[in-house]
């Protein structure tokens, strides 16, 4: 997710290169504006340096060709459409006037009326001009318009005296923009349950049958869902990944086990994720103890597990059911096919021959199938993008059926 860090000038704007870690410390990409003034205080380096990406200040780049005038302007538009969340950290009292009274005389004021994006606002300023009528008046305004405003905190401020105006504790400011982020995104209060990774079949206690799962595009899945507000459980096969913050994790070796864990979980949940590269067979018997490698069988008797994607299929009432295809070579005919036969509402298919897509890589292409016969081609891209276009559609698909899933999605 991307936000727009605006920063103004006052003497706690040093303090918003601190707020800019932590927030990419939780996965949000930041483009920073900065106030002219603000370039008083910290040096626009600083801020490129820490975010990795260049500053905006101007509405216009200073180059004299009124050609990349017109480029950069749309450039700082598009800015606009594509934030998530725009954060203003601190906010003078001058920005806060100009965006109460809907003046755009620089970038960030045209970027606070251009966007339909959520607004956090951290102020900052001496104790007297926060009490001020006037700036009171103009933060009455925004918060009625639905900016979240986070008040400043009391104390020693940099003009020497005590009162309420210094900017927020960081940790204030962050809960404000994840709740913000929260309720934009849709899943607050959503129970959210995802299978990742290989499932484990054992021979003997040191021989199995598995596959090559990493279980990053479950994970990913995971994080994706935690981002955007959602209760999640995250049922794991054997991987080598950290499990994610905010989730449930519980740890699972066989599909048996895997099974038992999704079941036990599915009363509450909205949504169910199976991303896990279940073994599709096991031997059909385990021993205890290691077989010597004189009394291995010259073959191998199998059995099929449960197709637990396929009996949640049958029993799944309001819960949006997202399956995984694996596929070589996708054949768009088969795989709604196979929507239709498990009862899913959405199939993610991937094509594991093609290179850049599948198992072991960071990166992955994919097409979504809906139940309804729509069909949609998300590029190659990351795992942590696709989770987010996969839940842009799962989240869709629960804004235009809530009436349907509301009971299952909002249990507790
Ligand atoms: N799955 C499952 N239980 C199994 C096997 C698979 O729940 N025992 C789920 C996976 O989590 C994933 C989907 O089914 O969501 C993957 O199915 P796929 O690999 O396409 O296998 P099949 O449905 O068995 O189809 P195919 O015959 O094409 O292998």
Redesign the pocket.
């Known amino acids: 997710m991307k936000i727009a860090l605006g920063v103004t000038g006052c003497i706690a704007a040093y303090k918003a290169a601190e707020l800019l870690r932590l927030l990419q410390q939780r996965h949000l990409e930041v483009q920073v504006v900065m106030t002219r003034h603000a370039g008083e205080f910290v040096a626009p380096l600083t801020f490129a340096a820490l975010s990795g990406r260049k500053v905006i200040t101007e509405m216009f780049e200073r180059t004299g060709e009124a050609s990349s005038n017109i480029e950069s302007a749309i450039e700082h538009i598009a800015v606009a459409q594509s934030i998530d969340l725009l954060l203003v950290a601190p906010a003078t009292a001058n920005t806060i006037g100009k965006f109460a009274r809907g003046m755009a005389d620089d970038f960030l004021s045209t970027l606070y009326l251009a966007t339909r994006a959520p607004v956090v606002v951290a102020p900052a300023m001496n104790c007297e001009m926060w009490d001020h009528p006037a700036v009171q008046e103009n933060i009455a305004s925004l918060r009625a318009r639905g900016v979240r405003i986070v008040e400043p905190d009391e104390g020693y401020l940099a003009c020497g005296m005590i009162g309420q105006g210094r900017l927020a504790a960081n940790e204030t400011i962050l809960n404000a923009v994840a709740e913000a982020l929260r309720l934009k995104n849709g899943l607050a209060g959503v129970q959210v349950l995802v299978?990742a990774g290989p499932t484990v079949e054992d021979i003997d206690p040191v021989r199995f049958i598995s596959n090559r799962s990493s279980g990053k595009m479950g994970y990913a899945l995971a994080e994706e869902a935690v981002r955007r507000g959602a209760e999640v459980t995250l049922i794991s096969g054997p991987t080598t990944l950290q499990p994610p913050q905010g989730a449930r994790w519980v740890s699972v070796r066989s599909?048996a086990e895997m099974s038992a864990a999704v079941h036990k979980h599915l009363p509450e949940a909205g949504v169910v994720v199976?991303?896990?590269?279940?073994?599709?067979v096991r031997p059909s018997k385990r021993a205890s103890s290691k077989i010597k490698k004189s009394q291995l069988p010259a073959s191998l008797d199998l059995e099929l597990?449960?197709?637990?994607?396929?009996s949640l299929g049958k029993k799944k009432g309001k819960t949006l059911l997202v399956?995984?295809?694996?596929?070589s070579g996708i054949h768009l005919q088969a795989a709604r096919q196979?929507l239709l036969s498990?009862n899913l509402d959405l199939l993610v298919v991937n094509d594991i021959s093609e290179k850049g897509a599948g198992f072991d890589v960071d990166t992955n292409h994919v097409q979504v199938i809906r139940a309804d016969g729509a069909i949609r081609d998300i590029p190659p891209m990351s795992k942590a993008q696709v989770a987010e276009k996969i839940f842009d559609e799962i989240v869709e698909m629960i804004q235009k059926t809530s009436s349907r899933h509301e009971p299952a999605l909002m249990t507790k």
């Open positions: 299978t599909a199976k991303a896990a590269a279940v073994a599709d597990t449960e197709d637990i994607l396929a399956g995984f295809a694996a596929e196979k498990k």
